[in-house]
Every structure is written in structure tokens, then in C-alpha cells.
């Protein structure tokens, strides 16, 4: 089974409009942390946002924001005012503690946004 | 303020050739990865190395190979190109204190490799 699952290979966004991109994510582990990165069409990976398996209170970040529902395992990233900069990749990303002791963080397989003017 | 380094950012190798990708961080950081992307995909761990002196292997170790001789330096080496390496290369590292979650990955800007 996938750890992360982006059911949505892409989107389209109006302009100024909010968006939602799924994440739903599969672990054992008590201790878990959920990563968002955009990745735009000049390949870098950019940090967005973390929530953190033991957090109460959902994630924010300027226009970002994570809808946390761990009985769900789900972590959907909210984009609130659209912008045509955010035309990207999305990559949701989980790390387990202590899963296979590398920290390291496994990726879905990313949702294209497009924001349309 | 460099963060990770990466280069080459470009290469073309011919099947059977070797190379090697440097990563550089100026972080103290005492993790560092190498991961790829393949097209439309996800990013998969190569190796990884959780301080100087000690790696490990991750999901698609095959084909290469790494070495952490100091905190800072963490290079790739390809031996053998085969088509199947085509691919983007990430670097990235991360201060990994205690059993918490929440220590960003950084990532260095990529390195597009090509194997014809």
C-alpha cells in the first residue's frame, strides 16, 4: 500500500479562488509529521507547510492552510486567493518517527495546479 | 546564506560512463539524502547518511553509490550510466535532533542527468 496518497494528478484554480489538494496517508507509527512542498516548472522544491501527528490545532501559513483529520489520515492542503504564482506541483510528503530510522520524508506522486486568470 | 548545493545542474553521460554529483551543505545539518524524481513522479530515496562516516541505503539504492567523509559533503556517484538513471537528483539535509517529526528537509535546486 502507498504510505502517500494525491488522488488528483491536476487541478484548475481560478484566479483569486481557494483551492484543495488531498493528501490521505498511511502509517503505524504514533509519530508522524506531514510536510506540503511546491515544486514550480524551474524544479526547486519549496517548503510550504508541517503538521505534526500530535498537534492540535490545524497548520497555517499565510494562504496556506492543512485540514488535519487523523482519523481519516488525511492532510489537505487549502490555498486560500489563488494566485497565478502558484501554478506548480504540489507534493505532499509524510515522515514517520521512527519508521525506518532515515527521518526521511515519502512523497506522493503530486497534483499540477494551474491557476487560470 | 548557500543552504544546498548541488552540481552539476546539467549532464548528459553515455550509457557506461561514471560521474559524480557534489552536495554541499552549510548547515551543520547532520542528515543528509539523495533522492530522484522521475518524470510525473513522486521523489524516491537513493541513500542517506545520518552523520560523517555512516550511510545507508533507501528504496532505489542500484546503480550508485555514496560517501560522507565530512558533515558537509555528501556525493553521488553513478558507476556504469544506464538509461533507467535518466532522472532528476535532489539533495537535500536536515537537523534531526531528537524523535521529532517537525525538522524541515531542506533541498538543494536539483541536477537534470540525461543517459543516452
Known amino acids: 500500500a502507498q504510505k502517500i496518497t494525491q488522488t488528483q494528478p491536476g487541478m484548475f484554480v481560478q484566479e483569486k479562488e481557494a483551492v484543495t489538494l488531498d493528501c490521505t496517508y498511511d502509517?503505524?507509527?504514533?509519530?508522524?509529521?506531514l510536510f506540503w512542498y511546491k515544486q514550480p516548472s524551474s524544479g526547486e522544491m519549496i517548503f510550504l507547510i508541517y503538521?505534526?501527528?500530535?498537534?492540535?490545532q490545524n497548520a497555517t501559513e499565510g494562504r496556506y492552510s492543512l485540514n488535519f483529520q487523523k482519523a481519516r489520515k488525511s492532510a489537505n492542503l487549502v490555498i486560500s486567493a489563488s494566485q497565478l504564482g502558484d501554478s506548480a506541483m504540489y507534493f505532499c510528503?509524510?515522515?514517520?518517527?521512527?519508521?525506518?530510522?532515515?527521518?526521511?520524508?515519502?512523497f506522493g506522486k503530486g497534483t499540477k495546479l494551474s491557476v487560470i486568470p | 546564506n548557500a543552504g544546498v548545493t548541488q552540481t552539476p545542474k546539467f549532464r548528459i553521460l553515455k550509457i557506461g560512463q561514471s560521474m559524480t554529483l557534489q552536495c554541499a551543505q552549510d548547515?551543520?545539518?547532520?542528515?543528509m539524502y539523495w533522492y530522484r524524481q522521475d518524470p510525473g513522479m513522486g521523489l524516491k530515496l537513493i541513500y542517506y547518511?545520518?552523520?560523517?562516516?555512516?550511510?545507508d541505503k533507501g528504496e532505489v539504492p542500484n546503480g550508485y553509490n555514496v560517501s560522507r567523509s565530512t558533515t558537509e559533503d555528501f556525493p553521488l556517484r553513478l558507476e556504469l550510466a544506464a538509461p533507467s538513471q535518466t532522472s532528476v537528483y535532489f539533495c537535500?539535509?536536515?537537523?534531526?535532533?531528537?524523535?521529532?517529526?517537525?525538522?524541515?528537509?531542506?533541498f538543494g535546486e536539483g541536477s537534470w542527468l540525461t543517459v543516452v
Open positions: 547518511s545520518v552523520g560523517a562516516g555512516i550511510t
Open positions: 503538521q505534526g501527528s500530535y498537534d492540535q
Open positions: 510528503a509524510m515522515r514517520e518517527v521512527p519508521g525506518a530510522g532515515s527521518y526521511q520524508l515519502t
Open positions: 537535500a539535509s536536515s537537523y534531526i535532533q531528537t524523535s521529532r517529526p517537525g525538522n524541515t528537509i531542506y
Open positions: 502509517t503505524s507509527d504514533p509519530s508522524y509529521g
Open positions: 548547515m551543520n545539518h547532520n542528515y
